[in-house]
């Protein structure tokens, strides 16, 4: 059992915590707003930290999940970050979707790193069936799959440092263009006056069947969006893939149209709805 530090006790990281901790793992946890590493630990076992450096000294793994490339860089690199204090052969997994830039530079700071941004929701860190792309050398992801596999469904190593971080943009990128698709579809159902669950059970089963549509369907047609992965998160996604997209030289044409319909619904109060609220743009 692996001696751990979990940066990051929140909606996603709590859950996947809680996966190693039952897996028998000993974590020590650590999050800017002490009261949720307090309620953690108190539920689950482990240790609070008062800083990431004091979470990661002498661990065997480090593993993050927190909001942004700010918020990575400093619980990593910035004062009392972990890098300095953890072990030369300790892996460092990060579960937050940054920059693939970002995630090249820790990689280049430690040996033993992976990007491993996490598809799934909280609903896949909950039941423990999240996908992993993940993005670094053989030996890192040899030291974190095992310990990845306590939350994990399906674990794949894409290639070096930032392939997880781009395969993740590949994800939002995909969703992105399923999401407006079936918010036109619902209303298009809507405006003919055709009974929802009989035009779900016809086409659920052919070739438009998505995970949107099987997980989103009935809850956009009943205005239910408080849920999910928030719409502020997808722009911020969405922002990371158009920026790498101006240096590979990607056209995403479908994906800047979305992110600025999402603007749209942050602007109707629906920064932390789920993503399937781009619906509500669309009039019934």
């Known amino acids: 059992m692996a001696d751990i530090a979990f940066i990051g006790t929140g909606i996603m990281g709590a859950p996947m915590a809680r996966h190693l901790a039952a897996a028998g793992h000993h974590l020590t946890v650590f999050n800017r707003t002490r009261s949720k590493a307090d309620v953690w ?14 979470a990661a000294t ?3 793994a480090v593993i993050a999940c927190v909001g942004n490339d700010a918020d990575l860089a400093a619980v990593t690199l910035g004062t009392d970050g972990a890098f300095a204090a953890m072990r030369d052969d300790a892996v460092f997994i990060d579960h937050t979707t940054v920059s693939a830039d970002l995630a090249r530079r820790l990689a280049a700071a430690r ?12 609903a896949g860190a909950e039941n423990g069936k999240l996908s992993i792309m993940c993005g670094g050398s053989a030996d890192a992801m040899a030291r974190a799959e095992p310990l990845m596999a306590a939350y994990a469904l399906r674990i794949v190593h894409v290639g070096g440092p930032g392939a997880g971080q781009q395969t993740k943009m590949v994800n939002q990128i995909a969703i992105a263009g399923v999401l407006q698709g079936l918010s036109e579809a619902l209303r298009f159902a809507q405006a003919s006056n055709l009974d929802l669950d009989r035009v779900f059970e016809a086409i659920s089963g052919g070739a438009a069947q998505s995970w949107q549509m099987v997980n989103r369907w009935q809850t956009m047609s009943e205005d239910k969006f408080d849920f999910g992965f928030a719409v502020d998160w997808m722009r911020k996604d969405l922002g990371l893939a158009l920026d790498e997209a101006k240096k590979n030289g990607a ?3 479908v994906a800047a149209l979305v992110d600025q319909f999402y603007a749209e619904v942050q602007k109707m109060g ?3 709805q789920d993503t399937s609220s781009l619906v509500r743009r669309l009039p019934k």
């Open 251 to 253: 056209t995403l044409p």
């Open 58 to 60: 002498g661990k065997d």
């Open 41 to 54: 630990a108190a539920a689950h076992g482990g240790t609070v930290a008062d800083t990431p450096a004091s």
């Open 270 to 272: 629906g920064r932390r």
């Open 111 to 122: 040996a033993l790193v992976v990007d491993a941004p996490v598809s799934g929701g909280q």
